[in-house]
């Protein structure tokens, strides 16, 4: 089980949920606990078929690099036909599932299926790579509030733009990690094209964006004074985050404690 688990980063599947059910404590219609159950399942296989999608691409990248080596494909304690079979299965869920949300939703799941396998491909080809996680990243509050509501307003797109430059940033600083196995192997993350100076700002600059975003689409809903406490706690968490870059198996303690945030001030207010 443990292999499977690792397979799918399932630690970051419990840190990416929360930011996801936002809508089912924030829009402002009745409590529904089938459509929350509804939208864990379409989430959870989503971003596990995303997984196996990337560790299948990667596989030969990640037995080259000595920080993913360990990784349970590169090791063979999985086969290829394993992770294989654990892609097809959650995009058959993910598509069995979506298919009881709003129309709307389920023409976009041919999109966020191609977006996976896009991410998994793009890093061999352009530094945008982060800004596709990011945009993949996007539609997870936004489908979440449209399957919930059964409509889609500025709040929806407000809380997607958050966690998309959210995302992306962390993306930016954790690629930070590679730089020189990326350069020496032709991954193009941003960090090894354009520099780690350059790479800094830029995340400083989407997490900035990240703040104001959710801070608006709190007053669009003219939530409760919890939810705006919670946007200057998880700026700070922000601000000691990239005081840290230094120490990134922090990154996720920091961001399991700002989506866990996120959440919190959502159900208080």
């Known amino acids: 089980m443990n292999k499977y688990l690792e397979l799918v980063a399932f630690k970051h599947t419990l840190f990416g949920l929360p930011i996801t059910l936002l809508a089912c ?3 402002p219609v009745p409590f529904s606990l089938v459509k929350l159950i509804g939208i864990v399942i379409a989430f959870t296989a989503a971003r ?11 596989e030969a990248v990640d037995r080259k690099n000595p920080r993913t ?9 999985i086969t290829r036909k394993q992770v294989k079979l654990v892609a097809f299965l959650s995009l058959g869920v993910f598509f069995i599932t979506v298919c009881f949300f709003p129309w709307g939703v389920i023409f976009l799941a041919p999109l966020i299926i191609a977006l996976l396998f896009f991410y998994s491909l793009a890093k061999r080809a352009t530094p945008a790579c982060h800004f596709i996680l990011g945009a993949i990243e996007f539609f997870a509050p936004f489908c979440a509030w449209w399957a919930y509501t ?25 690629a930070l990690q590679d730089v020189a196995f990326d350069r020496a192997y032709g991954v193009f993350s941003y960090p090894a094209i354009y520099g780690q100076k350059s790479a800094l700002i830029l995340s400083r600059c989407l997490h900035a964006l990240a703040i104001i975003t959710l801070f608006l689409a709190g007053l669009t809903l003219h939530a409760a004074w919890p939810y705006f406490v919670s946007t200057l706690v998880i700026a700070s968490l922000l601000l000691l985050q990239h005081l840290q870059i ?4 922090a990154f996720f303690r920091y961001n399991s ?12 207010s």
């Open 246 to 249: 230094a120490h990134p198996k």
């Open 25 to 27: 404590f924030l829009a």
């Open 257 to 268: 404690a700002i989506s866990l945030c996120l959440l919190t001030g959502s159900l208080i």
């Open 69 to 77: 080596a360990s990784r349970a494909l590169p090791q063979g304690l």
């Open 150 to 174: 059964g409509s889609v307003g500025i709040t929806a797109y407000l809380l997607g733009l958050g966690i998309c430059f959210w995302i992306t940033g962390i993306d930016l600083i954790y």
């Open 48 to 58: 596990t078929a995303g997984m196996a999608l990337n560790r299948l691409f990667d």
